[in-house]
């Protein structure tokens, strides 16, 4: 055998006797491998006022699937019962559902962020998934998801990597309006004699599990916070409840910006789209939430007070303390060096995340390389 384009020792295609070709990964042969797959599927997931499809399953099942025709075992981890139900037809006819005590042991997993009751063996190669940030996003990584990111300490450097800023920003362009995974009202429901001159507060759920694994501070503590430093500086304040927050949720942030309208001046409520808000302020604060991405596409100022993916970036200014980080983002000025960062970050995200409009060759090459991110040792090329 010999290799051929083999230099970086990775995925090599090896060259035998009467030209046969088989596939390898650092030297080793492709083999058939045993991957579990836990499985989600909650259609009203990004939007509760309506049945959609979840990109989570959507994208998983099609890669389950190829998987298999690619000669792989797969087992199906169903997550909850309403899952387990929409499934049954995609358990392996040989082994059923994954059961740690009876199934084979995997090489490989892929995990629901939210599953934490049947994990497979600690030593398994496992990557993590949830939701993305952007439509029909599934965001993938091989440690965990927001500060927890096995990417959180490089990824300032990691994207920069081969970056082409002209296909980025033709990326970026084609995306138009329709990044967002939420329905967005193309409204102006703010004075016209602000615009331009506010910060802008996109609220998160109170209790995020965002905010309550990895923040100080409170969605309800930052908005006093900033509404008392935006009072002092005569700066309009102008905030959005998140869209995914309904019922008695809803009804608390709507009482608590009541009573923060009647202490300070020029707070404003709107339901306008979150991409021309952002581009509409001054600057956006945030505590960690997924409107950070937003910022990203909208390439606009963005302060974060609690770790996240993005936190060690300068796509962002991230500081805990609230005051201290609103008096340096009011200071700083948001050069081309930072708008560059953030397109980097945005289209890094999106080649590094699964997508339901993709299709399961490219999705598993997304996997493919996350896995490869922590010397996995593993092909889910087709098994020759």
């Known amino acids: 055998w010999h290799c051929r384009n083999c230099a970086a020792g990775k995925c090599a295609i090896l060259v035998g006797p009467r030209g046969r070709l088989r596939r390898s990964r650092r030297m080793g042969l492709s083999r058939a491998l045993k991957i579990v797959i836990n499985l989600v599927n909650n259609p009203r997931a990004i939007d509760g006022g309506r049945d959609a499809p979840d990109p989570r399953y959507r994208v998983l099942v099609n890669v389950t699937l190829e998987l298999r025709a690619r000669g792989h075992t797969v087992l199906v981890l169903p997550a909850g019962l309403k899952t387990a139900q929409t499934v049954k037809w995609l358990h392996d006819p040989t082994y059923g559902p994954y059961q740690p005590e009876a199934s084979p042991r995997p090489d490989a997993a892929i995990m629901w962020w939210g599953y934490h009751y049947v994990p497979p063996p600690e030593s398994t190669p496992t990557l993590t998934y949830e939701n993305g940030f952007t439509s029909g996003d599934v965001v993938v990584d091989p440690r965990g998801l927001i500060a927890n990111s096995f990417y959180v300490d490089t990824l300032n450097e990691r994207v920069q990597r081969g970056y082409d800023d002209k296909a980025c920003r033709r990326f970026l362009e084609s995306r138009g309006s329709g990044w967002s995974k939420r329905p967005?009202?193309?409204?102006?429901?703010?004075?016209?004699?602000?615009?331009?001159?506010?910060?802008?507060?996109?609220?998160?759920?109170?209790?995020?599990?965002?905010?309550?694994?990895?923040?100080?501070?409170?969605?309800?503590?930052?908005?006093?916070?900033?509404?008392?430093?935006?009072?002092?500086?005569?700066?309009?304040?102008?905030?959005?409840?998140?869209?995914?927050?309904?019922?008695?949720?809803?009804?608390?942030?709507?009482?608590?910006?009541?009573?923060?309208?009647?202490?300070?001046?020029?707070?404003?409520?709107?339901?306008?789209?979150?991409?021309?808000?952002?581009?509409?302020?001054?600057?956006?604060?945030?505590?960690?939430?997924?409107?950070?991405?937003?910022?990203?596409?909208?390439?606009?100022?963005?302060?974060?007070?609690?770790?996240?993916?993005?936190?060690?970036?300068?796509?962002?200014?991230?500081?805990?303390?609230?005051?201290?980080?609103?008096?340096?983002?009011?200071?700083?000025?948001?050069?081309?060096?930072?708008?560059?960062?953030?397109?980097?970050?945005?289209?890094?995200?999106?080649?590094?995340?699964?997508?339901?409009?993709?299709?399961?060759?490219?999705?598993?090459?997304?996997?493919?390389?996350?896995?490869?991110?922590i010397d996995a040792n593993l092909s889910f090329a087709p098994v020759i």
């Open 184 to 373: 967005q009202l193309n409204i102006v429901d703010i004075p016209d004699e602000i615009r331009g001159k506010y910060v802008f507060l996109p609220t998160q759920k109170f209790e995020d599990l965002t905010i309550k694994l990895f923040s100080e501070t409170s969605v309800p503590s930052l908005l006093e916070q900033t509404a008392r430093f935006c009072q002092a500086r005569a700066i309009p304040l102008v905030v959005k409840i998140h869209p995914r927050v309904g019922g008695k949720d809803r009804d608390v942030q709507v009482k608590l910006l009541d009573r923060l309208r009647q202490d300070y001046d020029g707070l404003y409520v709107t339901v306008a789209a979150i991409g021309w808000l952002m581009s509409e302020a001054l600057f956006t604060v945030v505590v960690n939430g997924g409107t950070l991405v937003d910022n990203f596409y909208t390439q606009t100022p963005v302060l974060t007070v609690a770790p996240s993916l993005f936190s060690a970036t300068d796509a962002v200014v991230f500081d805990t303390q609230v005051d201290r980080g609103l008096q340096t983002i009011l200071a700083t000025t948001w050069d081309d060096a930072r708008k560059l960062r953030q397109r980097q970050v945005a289209c890094w995200l999106a080649r590094s995340s699964l997508n339901m409009h993709r299709s399961p060759e490219a999705n598993i090459a997304v996997i493919q390389a996350h896995f490869d991110s």
